[in-house]
């Protein structure tokens, strides 16, 4: 399929503007909770749900009128915003961005529903509910300006829930992500004025446009390279990839618990997207000419996270570091530049939001009964709340990557698809599978077997209400276990077309596996 297929096919078919109902709905409601008053607190919250659940409700709508063969952008909003600069309110989605866009609109109404802020909900809720919309429209935007726009909106509201509802030293990790998302973002926003600017002499005109950018124009491959940097280094702090990572184990652990269900969850894959949308999209050459680089950062990543997880005596810090180790894989897929390796990447996006999420839900859980995250003072749950543990246990499987559960598809067809293009780089890579089954099996029996203390002995049973919050989770862990067609038929289409894009652009042909090159050519 042709870049032209890519970028034109797959306009809305209903005239209900979809896309821009799912960022203006939480904004709407956002305000809404803002102005209400504190009196009625059970007011506030229920608001809040009922923003949050009819977000969601579009993006399920989305999904079930989303056509599957379809590899362009569809429900596409356009519409000119500042005419003089080119820049337009330019939503669209695609195979790339469909599941993570679900995934946002489903985990905001679990996260407002099964986590009790103790304080201060007004704004605490506001926060989340304009998050939501940040990260929406970070998935959406199909305009340069629009996604930077959005792209930062998103580090406002994480930094005050940190800030605000965060744990002992939350001040220090809120600013710490803060700054560092904040300078990534300056190369970005240099690198965005520069590539419109330059652009201009091969399309005649000033356009922030995505689409009209990545077709249309041209630049000297010198001048191409510093310009996907400029991109790059923003996406790599948000992942984050080593060596930039820094940021993240402090802001998981300080972070509430809803706040690293949403971090982990979501705002992580502005980074592994932006690669994917604005890298390989915009500069497919620098990108190649790049990938050795970020392969070997990408397998760096995936050995320091696991071995550093190993060695935590915090559990939330351990599963913040098991982040940096997962995504480590989203990368190496990326990079590696083939149909499975970047349609793995992209199922390994959702897998991660949904096992990484659960998990710090349950971390949450545990540190509500126990007051306290350190492995050494948790020991016998499975004795006296053995439904809880069985929770724990398939999330943990999963999030290791045990076949017939999610993590298993994302991570293998990563690694089979990336063994084509990299091959050194995927055997190294694949260790990182079983370090991941050495920590958690190990955090896990710590925790969980043995006798309890006395602490311990009154560690409450899952409660009904955190088991309807868990299902979700639980439900798409076992279904794209077993049954990941449905997904991956919706995210190969457009992955064809954007290595098709790559193609055309920079010559790429793409290796196929050895047994069909020998059935093709006998």
């Known amino acids: 399929m042709s870049a032209a297929t890519f970028a034109e096919e797959g306009v809305a078919a209903s005239g209900f503007p979809l896309l821009t109902a799912l960022v203006l709905v939480p904004v709407l409601g956002a305000v809404l909770v803002a102005s209400m008053s504190k009196r009625r607190p059970e007011w506030i919250k229920l608001t809040a749900i009922l923003f949050s659940v009819f977000t969601g409700a579009i993006s399920v709508w989305m999904l079930a009128s989303f056509k599957t063969a379809d590899a362009g952008f569809q429900f596409v909003s356009k519409h000119e915003w500042i005419s003089k600069w080119g820049i337009s309110w330019h ?27 103790h304080h201060d909900e007004k704004p605490y809720l506001a926060w989340l509910l304009l998050l939501e919309a940040g990260v929406m429209g970070s998935f959406l935007s199909l305009d340069l300006f629009l996604f930077f726009v959005f792209f930062e909106i998103v580090l406002v509201p994480m930094y005050f829930l940190i800030g605000g509802w965060g744990h002992g030293k939350r001040v220090y990790a809120a600013t710490k992500f803060f700054l560092y998302t904040m300078i990534g973002s300056a190369f970005m926003l240099v690198g965005i004025a520069a590539t419109v600017l330059l652009a201009k002499n091969s399309l005649g005109r000033i356009t922030f446009d995505l689409v009209e950018l990545a077709n249309d124009s041209n630049f000297a491959a010198s001048t191409a390279r510093w310009l996907f940097f400029a991109f790059a280094i923003a996406f790599a702090v948000k992942v984050p990839m080593f060596p930039l990572h820094t940021w993240l184990p402090d802001a998981h652990t300080e972070a509430p618990t809803a706040g690293s269900v949403v971090l982990a969850g979501v705002m992580l894959k502005l980074g592994t997207y932006g690669f994917l949308r604005f890298g390989l999209y915009l500069f497919p050459q620098a990108a190649r000419n790049s990938r050795a680089i970020f392969l070997t950062l990408a397998v760096i990543g995936i050995l320091y996270g696991a071995i550093a997880a190993t060695m935590q005596k915090d559990l939330k810090r351990l599963v913040a570091y098991s982040s940096i180790a997962h995504l480590g894989f989203i990368v190496l897929g990326t990079f590696a530049m083939t149909s499975q390796s970047i349609s793995g990447g992209v199922l390994q996006m959702i897998n991660h939001g949904v096992s990484t999420g659960a998990l710090f839900l349950l971390v949450g859980m545990i540190y509500e009964r126990r007051h306290t995250r350190e492995i050494s003072a948790l020991k016998g749950i499975q004795s006296v709340a053995p439904v809880f543990a069985a929770a724990f246990t398939l999330v943990m499987l999963s999030s290791i990557g045990v076949p017939g559960l999610n993590g298993f598809v994302g991570e293998f067809l990563v690694l089979i698809g990336s063994f084509l293009t990299a091959r050194w780089w995927t055997v190294v890579a694949a260790s990182g599978v079983i370090l991941a089954a050495l920590y958690l099996l190990w955090a896990y029996q710590r925790v969980f077997h043995g006798e309890p203390d006395e602490d311990n002995k009154s560690f409450a049973e899952l409660k009904w209400k955190e088991g309807m919050v868990l299902l979700p989770f639980i439900a798409a862990i076992v279904f794209c276990g077993v049954y990941p067609k449905p997904m991956l038929d919706r995210i190969q289409p457009s992955v064809n077309a954007l290595i098709s894009h790559i193609s055309d652009k920079t010559g790429y042909v793409e290796p196929q596996p050895a047994s069909t090159s020998q059935e093709a050519h006998p």
């Open 91 to 117: 939503l669209g989605v695609d195979g790339i961005s469909l599941f993570l866009v679900v995934l946002t609109g489903v985990l905001f109404p679990l996260a407002i529903v099964g986590v009790d802020p």
